[in-house]
């Protein structure tokens, strides 16, 4: 103990105020929960006796403000002394009043009023060797009606009378809470089940509330709870290590409650949003994995179906080339000497197999351009279209076709897949022309930041917008009926320009004509 008229201490200052509030804390907590019950039907009298311990509670928090306000330059014991027998009276006035109380109070209050009086007792008893101090405190507004709140809550605190007010300040609000003794436990209790946040005490013996902290930082399980620390006013250094070490926020004791559940709230609703972005992140990854897992299957597969249909043709080729032959050659030797309709049906037989022929040949040149060797070079655009020409020539002039063009630049491409689909735009141009039209085709270009751009238009009989999407699948006919094809020309036009590195789309006008776009980029992509 400190000699006569010797300053304190600070540290053993911190350390009293700490004791003599806790207390006073109690009797406010409880005073207040209680006046809080009876405002909706208690009985006038004892109302008022409470709200005297709860103004007397005050006065005395004004006090100690006064007499041992951490801002004063020194306290000494006689400081001391006055101030204990300052607090004698109220505090006795408070003991009185409890007692009084409990006599004719109903029995379901009769506990909390006992905690008052063992409280005011503890506090007098402290007087009576020591004092400290303690600051005033914001005056306590009553609760209204609140939307019920929910939650699983963790508190931490030594001492069990602030767990008991806190847990049924919390539970008043709608909130569950389990209360713990010390930092070790709260860890584990942690580790073990859910909780929304934990309202941590600072000053606790064994591991303190900046421990916990520490320790709940450094855990993954733990991390993400938030945290809302409760201490005393004079704690503040502790209480910015904590927001420091991750806190997300902090309440002074005597509790206001609705400071408690304004930021229990807040937290809660961020805490809310954290899950909801995370959930949402974790969905967004699942989906995309998903789609990466399609897309490489469905990859995987259309290489599969490709490499048989390609196998499929080559070895269809043969027997069907047999077939035509001595088809042709039965026509050939029996001409005459068969009936009409014996000419009609070998007629059929020999359509039937030129339109197979050219069914496995769309679909050779459909494999080729998905999966064989594509030879990227620069090469002459204007040349391969040439080529494409010429190989249309018959029908170019068996319609009266013609083809117009740019000056083609040179690019880089496969010089037989680039004239592949010149031939089969062009050749499209000419085989869905309008009747007594004669086609009129022109290719022309334009010079794009990192490529080319081609156009091959024609005055067709165009597409119907409704059908433009899906004219690049395999199979795909709109006009097919008295017209040759088989539906692969397109889908190998796509599949020559995606392995270009470029992008094909049309643009049409039913009765008007249609042109298809193509892109080639200068860079041509990594095989
Ligand atoms: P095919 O010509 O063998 O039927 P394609 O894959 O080349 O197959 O074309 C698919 C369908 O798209 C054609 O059946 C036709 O209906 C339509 N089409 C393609 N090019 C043109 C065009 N230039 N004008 C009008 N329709 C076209």
Redo the contacts with the bound molecule.
């Keep these: 103990m400190s000699a006569p008229d010797s300053p304190y201490p600070t540290s053993v200052l911190a350390t009293l105020r700490h004791d003599l509030r806790t207390p006073l804390n109690h009797i406010m907590g409880y005073s207040e929960m209680l006046l809080e019950d009876l405002e909706r039907s208690g009985p006038g009298e004892i109302r008022s006796g409470l709200e005297s311990i709860r103004s007397t509670a005050r006065q005395l928090l004004a006090l100690i403000q006064n007499a041992l306000s951490p801002g004063r330059p020194s306290i000494t014991d006689s400081d001391v002394r006055a101030l204990r027998r300052a607090l004698a009276k109220p505090l006795n006035r408070i003991i009185r009043d409890a007692s009084a109380l409990v006599q004719h109070s109903p029995d379901s209050l009769v506990p909390d009023l006992l905690k008052i009086g063992q409280a005011a007792i503890a506090l007098l008893s402290l007087t009576e060797e020591t004092v400290a101090s303690q600051p005033a405190r914001i005056p306590t507004p009553v609760l209204g009606d609140r939307p019920a709140a929910t939650g699983h809550l963790l508190i931490v605190d030594d001492n069990e009378m602030n767990r008991d007010v806190l847990a049924r300040q919390l539970q008043r609000q709608g909130f569950t809470s389990k209360s713990i003794e010390d930092g070790e436990t709260a860890l584990r209790e942690l580790r073990q089940h859910r909780y929304d946040l934990v309202l941590l005490d600072v000053m606790m013996p064994g591991l303190d509330g900046s421990q916990v902290l520490e320790r709940m930082k450094s855990d993954d399980s733990t991390r993400e709870i938030p945290v809302l620390m409760v201490s005393a006013l004079d704690e503040l250094d502790s209480v910015v290590r904590c927001i420091q070490i991750g806190a997300d926020d902090y309440l002074f004791k005597p509790f206001d409650p609705i400071l408690l559940r304004a930021r229990i709230d807040s937290l809660l609703e961020r805490k809310r949003l954290r899950d909801l972005e995370k959930r949402r992140t974790e969905e967004l990854e699942a989906t995309v994995a998903q789609l990466q897992t399609v897309e490489r299957e469905l990859r995987e597969s259309n290489q599969e179906l490709e490499r048989f249909a390609g196998a499929v043709s080559h070895d269809l080729q043969e027997p069907l080339r047999t077939i035509t032959s001595y088809i042709q050659l039965l026509q050939r030797q029996l001409q005459g000497r068969l009936d009409e309709r014996a000419e009609e049906f070998i007629g059929y037989a020999v359509d039937a197999a030129r339109r197979m022929t050219n069914l496995i040949d769309?679909l050779l040149d459909y494999a080729h351009a998905s999966s064989g060797k594509h030879q990227a070079a620069a090469i002459d655009a204007g040349k391969a279209l040439r080529e494409a020409v010429d190989n249309l020539g018959a029908a170019i002039t068996e319609s009266g076709a013609t083809v117009q063009h740019d000056q083609l630049p040179t690019i880089v491409a496969d010089p037989v897949q680039l004239a592949r689909l010149f031939q089969?735009l062009v050749g499209?141009?000419i085989?869905?022309r309008r009747a007594d039209v004669a086609p009129a085709i022109r290719v022309s270009t334009e010079r794009q930041p990192d490529g080319w751009l081609f156009a091959v238009r024609?005055n067709?009989?165009?597409?119907e917008q409704k059908y433009l999407p899906r004219?690049f699948g395999l199979f795909?006919?709109?006009?097919?009926q008295n017209r040759a094809?088989?539906?692969?020309?397109?889908?190998t036009c796509q599949r020559i320009v995606e392995r270009m590195g470029g992008r094909i789309w049309p643009e049409?006008e039913p009765g008007v004509g249609?042109t298809?776009y193509f892109t080639v980029p200068d860079q041509a992509p990594v095989a």
Excluded: E
Aim: net charge positive; hydrophobic share 35%; no cysteine.
């Design positions: 769309g089969n499209n141009a085989k869905y024609d067709g009989i165009g597409i004219i795909q006919r709109l006009h097919g094809g088989a539906g692969v020309g397109l889908a049409s249609s298809f």
